[in-house]
């Protein structure tokens, strides 16, 4: 078993719907977590941590099950510059690891 | 600026030559990584510096590859002997050392062996 797996997408949505990206990890002591995106040829850049409390930046809120180990990511009314691959990261310590992604396209 | 700066940005170069790329972390990371990543693929971890030291050179993919930082700053990833499959973007992420403090990433150094 990977130790982060993602949905593999693509994910392909109108403008303005509502998409969920989901997460999980193998090692339950994983201690930070992560989204990040990456547009096409570009570096991945991080887009919010997720707390235990959950969080919420704007469109977008991410959850964190420690129990069941799964992370989510929600985006509400999404926007065409919403398209990217998602990355989900885990964390215990300075030891990091990248999920394979899931690739969004938002559609006119 | 103030973010992680890589260079060269763009590489090209012969197979069996040598290529070094650098980069600066932001000013105070303490902790450096180094990632490639293949054309549509993941990023696949190479090797994290804490400071001047690598405690986890598991990454790196052959004795071709190696790394130094110096000065708590500039890291060089040296590939000697370049092969066709080494072509890939080479990316630098650095962060602080304290827990939970998420990785920023440099722009990346595209590399195409011929």
């Known amino acids: 078993r990977k130790e982060v797996e993602q949905d593999p997408g693509p994910f392909n949505v109108p403008e303005g719907a509502t998409v969920a990206f989901n997460c999980t990890y193998s090692?339950?002591?994983?201690?930070?977590f992560f989204w990040y995106r990456q547009d096409c040829r570009k570096e991945p850049k991080l887009l919010m941590s997720?707390?235990?409390s959950g969080n919420e930046d704007g469109r977008f809120t991410a959850q964190l099950n420690r129990a069941s180990q799964y992370i989510s990511l929600l985006i509400r009314d999404s926007k065409l510059s919403d398209s990217a691959t998602y990355l989900c990261?885990?964390?215990?310590?300075?030891?990091?690891?990248f999920g394979p992604g899931t690739r969004l396209s938002v559609l006119p | 600026g103030a973010g992680v700066s890589q260079s060269p940005s763009n590489k090209v170069t012969e197979k069996g030559k040598d290529v070094e790329l650098r980069c600066d972390p932001i000013?105070?990371?303490?902790?450096l990584y180094w990632y490639r990543q293949r054309l549509g693929q993941g990023l696949e971890f190479l090797i994290y510096f804490q400071g001047n030291s690598a405690p986890d050179k598991s990454g790196l993919p052959s004795d071709r590859f190696s790394a130094e930082r110096t000065g708590e700053s500039v890291s060089t990833l040296t590939i000697q002997r370049t092969q066709q499959e080494d072509s890939a973007v080479y990316l630098c992420?650095?962060?602080?050392?304290?827990?939970?403090?998420?990785?920023?990433f440099g722009d990346g150094t595209r590399l195409s062996i011929l």
């Open positions: 992420a650095s962060s602080l050392a304290a827990e939970n403090q998420p990785q920023h």
């Open positions: 000013s105070g990371h303490t902790a």
């Open positions: 997720v707390y235990s």
């Open positions: 090692n339950s002591a994983s201690q930070s």
């Open positions: 990261v885990v964390a215990k310590g300075q030891n990091f690891v």
